[in-house]
């Protein structure tokens, strides 16, 4: 067997070497190596156990178990300190160990927090997840992009706000400006949280980790989901599993419930407030039957209209009121329905209705809307031609 040739050996698949046959000796008397461990040499046609493919010498009978709390097994002379295996190579559980711990805090706590905050909380912890991927990749220049993306924002919101306050047609340029450095602040931000995503994906293979980090999802919750994957390494650092994976299902059912009551709310609110609104014109109407049936007999029996309450012969216009109308006003025969000025929506208070009479054939009809202050809008559909 020749000397001369460094051998490699393998183990669970992967290879390790070149040794020289006398360091494979000493590790084969020390215990760190077993003769049947496979090697290979130049020049051979397949792998042979290492007592085949070198002079090992006798079988030396194995050493004596060390007494209870006896002295630990050596280090490996392949590395100089202990949590590396007869190959030099770092255990797994080591390499985890070695993984600096992120910031474990749950993503949905973290949402809570944005939203309680106003997104204050959100402007540092930002940092804080960048600064962690930062420890497991120096060449990491996520928070650069995010303190970029900072400065963007607020220059475009101060070129918003110089536009919205300037004079002539430029406004409206700079505003637009404004908005565009704005959007670009939000880009440079998605980047930054990919360029960290990138990191993650470089450095934690070598902690044992493999992480799946979906682009998609990145792309629209781009801290949260950071935040998700974040705890998934802390688990995995404690326990060395990777299952399960990072929230990400969960997430984007969190954020599509968030939009479809908004969404609901934003039809319905309006649509209510338009009920409540018509209700209460509907009520005037309804309060200015009598004075309607009053003008009509007074026409019916004078040939004219009524100049006032008085004349048409019913309350004051105070007198008649309701929970929303103040009064019912006869002028010249025209009804004025006055809606209250406190109690009334605010698209009624302090304005009225009027109604028009026609007489024709000893009829009269009425019409609303003529020169009112009621929006069209908020009239029964009678009350509309």
């Known amino acids: 067997m020749n000397d001369g040739v460094s051998v490699w050996l393998t183990r669970d698949g992967e290879k390790f070497g070149p040794y ?38 006798p079988a030396a009978a194995p050493p004596p178990p060390p007494p209870f709390g006896g002295d630990l097994p050596p280090m490996s002379a392949h590395s100089g300190r202990s949590g590396f295996d007869d190959l030099g190579r770092q255990s797994a559980t080591d390499r985890r160990r070695a993984l600096p711990s992120p910031p474990a805090m749950h993503w949905f706590v973290v949402v809570l927090l944005c939203v309680v905050t106003l997104n204050l909380f959100g402007l540092v912890w930002q940092f804080i997840q960048a600064n962690w991927v930062k420890k497991i990749d120096a060449s990491s220049n996520g928070a650069t992009y995010l303190v970029v993306s900072i400065v963007l924002y607020v220059v475009g919101f101060f070129i918003v706000g110089s536009g919205g306050h300037a004079a002539g047609g430029n406004g409206s340029g700079m505003a637009l400006f404004g908005f565009l450095v704005m959007l670009a602040s939000v880009i440079v931000y998605i980047v930054g949280y990919f360029a960290m995503a990138a990191s993650m994906k470089r450095a934690l293979p070598s902690y044992g980790a493999s992480p799946e980090i979906g682009g998609i999802t990145l792309f629209f919750f781009p801290m949260f989901y950071m935040q998700s994957q974040l705890t998934w390494v802390e688990a995995f650092k404690h326990t060395g599993s990777s299952y399960p994976r990072a929230a990400k299902g969960l997430i ?21 407030q338009d009920y409540t609104i018509r209700s209460q014109v509907t009520e005037g109407l309804l309060l200015s039957d009598g004075a309607k049936a009053a003008v009509a007999e007074y026409y019916n029996r004078n040939g004219r209209m009524p100049a006032d309450n008085t004349a048409a012969g019913i309350a004051e216009t105070t007198d008649i009121h309701g929970r929303y109308v103040s009064g019912i006003q006869v002028v010249q025969g025209r009804i004025f329905i006055h809606y209250d000025q406190a109690a009334a929506n605010m698209h009624l208070r302090g ?30 559909l009678s009350c509309r031609s």
């Open 20 to 57: 020289e046959p006398g360091l494979l000796r000493q590790w084969v008397a020390e215990g760190k190596v077993a003769r049947a461990t496979l090697a290979w040499r130049t020049g051979m046609a397949e792998w042979l156990p290492l007592d085949q493919v070198i002079d090992l010498g």
């Open 351 to 380: 304005r009225y209705l009027q109604l028009a009479p026609t007489a024709s054939g000893g009829q009269i009809t009425w019409k609303c809307n003529a020169d009112n202050t009621v929006e069209v809008k908020y009239l029964p």
């Open 252 to 272: 984007w059912c969190l954020w599509l419930c968030f939009p479809l009551p908004a969404i609901l709310a934003a039809i319905a609110i309006p649509a209510y």
